[in-house]
């Protein structure tokens, strides 16, 4: 299930199963977006992007969702293995400007 | 992809001094260098960036006098904590972007004031 932590909201899945990470945004002139997946003490690892012109794309076991009416960016993990825990931010830019972060979830996979 | 470096990987000083973070990209050349800080359990924000040759840009509420940011060449940046304090105890993180506007990430490094 997911709760709401102190800062960082939790997903907790079996081993196996899909995982679901969502992300909003606020800014309606981002173009591009960009999930990362950061282990405890390293720095953030990219996952997956995707441009604006485009709604879904996949990746080897991963698939990023864009919904640009609604400023919603999901990430789906299949089959969730224990190396998957992490926590996943989502980031998003506008042209060439800074990328800004989102809040991130942590995920965790049970055995 | 383009590696980006940090050293050191933590550190742990005595309130009051000074201590310096590197950040080298190692395979391309950096037109751009990012600080971010990073608290436990929170996101990444961003601090300060920097264009090789110029003046860091810094972001709202980060003092750039306490935090010196240097981007002297293409493949090297340096952030000074300077009269650190407890509360600048932090993960580190620098990010380099060069002509692809692609960014990359450093490891982070883990800095502890005593």
């Known amino acids: 299930g997911e709760s709401v932590g102190l800062h960082l909201p939790t997903l907790s899945v079996q081993e196996g199963d899909n995982s679901i990470i969502n992300c909003a945004y606020s800014?309606?002139?981002?173009?591009?977006f960009i999930w990362y997946k950061q282990e405890s003490g390293k720095g953030p690892q990219f996952i997956i992007d995707i441009r604006s012109n485009m709604d879904k794309r996949q990746g080897q076991r991963v698939t990023v969702l864009l919904n640009k009416t609604v400023k919603h960016l999901s990430l789906q993990i299949a089959a969730t293995q224990p190396g998957d825990s992490a926590v996943y931010f989502c980031a998003e830019r506008s042209g060439y400007s800074t990328l800004t972060f989102g809040k991130g979830t942590m995920l965790l996979v049970s055995p | 992809g383009a590696v980006v470096s940090q050293h050191p990987s933590w550190v742990i000083c005595k309130s009051g001094t000074s201590v310096k973070i590197e950040c080298r990209s190692l395979?391309?050349?950096?037109?751009?260098m990012f600080w971010y800080r990073q608290f436990p359990k929170q996101s990444l924000m961003l601090m300060a960036t920097s264009n090789e040759g110029s003046k860091a840009t810094y972001e709202q509420g980060v003092e750039k006098d306490k935090f010196l940011i240097n981007h002297a060449s293409l493949t090297l940046s340096t952030l000074t904590v300077t009269s650190a304090h407890p509360e600048d105890s932090s993960f580190y993180i620098c990010?380099?972007?060069?002509?692809?506007?692609?960014?990359?990430f450093g490891p982070g490094t883990r800095l502890t004031v005593t």
């Open positions: 395979d391309f050349q950096a037109t751009t």
């Open positions: 990010s380099a972007r060069g002509l692809s506007y692609e960014q990359y």
């Open positions: 800014n309606s002139a981002s173009d591009y």
